[in-house]
């Protein structure tokens, strides 16, 4: 199944993913992070362009024993287009960006370049009104002064490991022009964070308890935006 998937990714090369919220603390680093490092494992090129002012991604990199070598800080908006542009000539295959917890130009040439959008929030209904009132606001604006169809999916993190119904949320989100739910949901489990310590992603704190189940929910997160690229017109 995953050398099926392997190969259709390939014709539709490069794949760009963008985490994104205005919010803060959501999760986008520790997924961009994790994500980045999965796709590496499944064995893409990637490279994580941290496009965040208080470079999260860069800054866990150099707590690293050894350094990845696919992680690149961007801070400014030419830099960032010139990237995206060549990207498809480039030889890219998967491109992850790790964008900051606040509304900038610099964020928005990130939504308009991605293929895939991804918004992080827990299921509480305070983090539910943050997107649905103010990140489609940015969304809107964005698709009304592009002719970029605009849109992204919200993905479910730091969920109660017990938690089981979200359909309330499901269909809040379903019934908001230009979201779309994501399959994958992560839980809240400490070693997401406890990994970070020494810059690791969860593939490689096998000591830690959840290792398996974290490794799971990150690689089915790989899987599901694979499947709707690949299913994209
Ligand atoms: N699923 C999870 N389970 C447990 N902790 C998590 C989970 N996801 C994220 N965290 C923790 O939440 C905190 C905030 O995460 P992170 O820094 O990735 O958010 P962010 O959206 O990138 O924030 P900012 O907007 O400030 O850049 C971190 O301590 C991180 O380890
Ligand atoms: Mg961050």
């Known amino acids: 199944m995953v050398e099926s998937l392997k190969k259709k990714l390939s014709s539709r090369f490069p794949l760009i993913v963008n985490l994104s919220h205005q919010k803060g603390g959501v999760g986008k680093s520790t997924l961009a992070y994790n994500i980045t490092h999965a796709f590496s494992t499944l064995g893409f090129k990637v490279r994580l362009l941290d496009i965040d002012a208080q470079n999260t991604c860069g800054g866990l990199n150099s707590l690293r024993e050894k ?9 400014d908006n030419k830099r960032l287009v010139e990237i995206i542009n060549n990207s498809s000539t480039d030889g890219s295959e998967i491109l992850i960006i790790d964008t900051a917890g606040c509304d900038s130009d610099l964020s928005r040439l990130a939504i308009m370049g991605a293929d895939i959008n991804i918004t992080p929030i ?16 940015i ?11 605009i849109s992204s999916y919200v993905l479910l993190n730091r969920v109660h490991p017990f938690s089981k119904h979200f359909e309330h949320i499901e269909e809040m989100i ?11 949901i992560v839980r809240e489990r400490a070693i997401y964070d406890k990994s970070l310590i020494e810059g ?11 290792h398996e189940v974290a490794m799971d929910e990150i690689l089915s997160i790989c899987y599901e935006l694979i499947e709707i690229h ?4």
């Open 67 to 75: 350094p990845f070598t696919s992680i690149e800080k961007v801070v």
């Open 122 to 137: 827990s299921d509480k209904v305070t983090e539910l009104l943050a997107i649905l009132q103010k990140y489609s606001k």
């Open 139 to 149: 969304l809107e604006e964005i698709d009304a002064n592009t002719d970029l169809s």
């Open 174 to 184: 379903e019934s908001t022009p230009q979201m779309t739910i994501l399959k994958s």
């Open 200 to 210: 690791r992603t969860v593939f490689e704190a096998n000591e830690l308890e959840g």
């Open 230 to 233: 690949i299913n994209k017109e």
